[in-house]
């Protein structure tokens, strides 16, 4: 038997690099999808507007500020094309997909690098000491990924209002801050409503273990950017059965509580777990993963992740994230019994 054969029978391979819920796909949207399946015969246009309130409904805002679109991904060029700028700022290290849709709209980019000894946390005065009004663009990630780590509101505050006097458009992914404990307290949405230059973007891949619907949307509050948007995109750009599940999920509060708690709990346990080792270096985590510097010079990112492989634990090597290098790596919180298995696993080889 090989050694692969071995580890399916074994063990059940679990994903987490993919920082997904691990309550998996919500009943809701299950539930939804089944029971409106002849709905395909039908154009989405005629869901949207119900989408659009159950959207405006979660996220406490007008339905007029929703806009919405097939994933984060595409939300990300939606902006970019509509700011057009010809500089651009990110965070580093911070998704790189970011860099890639901006050096796609050949945009100059500046790198500002968050620094490890500060536990990667934005130091938000110096941050904005380095914009001018050269820069058209900044996309910030609160929680950042992947560092985990949170932006305080009167400072993501002070953050919009230095780049509303700069002319700066901002843009705010909040994908993980449902993750987060007591998230409405950080969220950017409620800064839309007086502020112009700033769009609050959010997905349901991440939280609701959902991307195969690819669905996103953002908050705005900027008539002319929203006018052009509107004029530029339909009501049937979110497919039908993407709308109806959404629509159900988004209320569904029983899965959303019991998510936010699992969460808490296991963020704390996987932490207090690992944190004793003296091989390892751990990035204090807000979100729903968690960055580890490995401090022993023979060991790699790749190292750790062949062992974790042969256990069906499949952890994201950081070498190729922008501000990190093989010496990081990260992992999301699973369940309970899958937690445990991924911290022996690592622990055993670091």
Known sequence: MSQNQLRIEQYATVLFNANLNPLGIPETARRAIAENISSIVKYPEAYHNKLLQSVASYADVPMEHVITGNGSSDMIRLFTALVSPQKAMVLLPGPSEYQAVLKSYNCDIVHYQLDEENDFNLDMSDFISKLDSSIGLIMIANPNNPTSR??????????????ESLGIFLVIDEMYIEFMDDYKKYTAVPLTKDHENVAVLRSVSKFFAVPGL??????????????????????????????????????????????ISMIHT????????????????????????????????????????????????????????????????????????????????ILEVV
């Open 150 to 163: 949170k932006i305080e509101p009167e400072d993501m505050e002070m953050l919009v209002e230095a780049c």
């Open 214 to 259: 690819r669905f996103a949307y953002a908050i705005m509050n900027n008539p002319v950017y929203k006018q052009v948007i509107d004029i530029t995109t339909t009501n049937t750009n979110i497919a039908t059965l993407s709308a109806i599940a959404v629509t159900e999920m988004l209320s569904d509060k029983k899965y959303i509580e019991d998510s």
């Open 266 to 345: 296991e963020r704390n346990l996987v932490y207090a777990a690992m944190a004793t080792s003296r091989a390892i270096k751990l990035t204090q985590p807000d979100a729903n993963f968690m960055l580890c510097k490995l401090l022993n010079p023979d060991v790699n990112s790749s190292t750790v992740a062949d062992h974790c492989n042969q256990r069906g634990v499949i952890i994201r090597k950081c070498d190729n994230i922008p501000g990190l290098s093989d010496r990081y790596i990260r992992f999301c919180f699973m369940k309970p019994k899958q937690n445990d298995l991924m911290v022996n696993t």
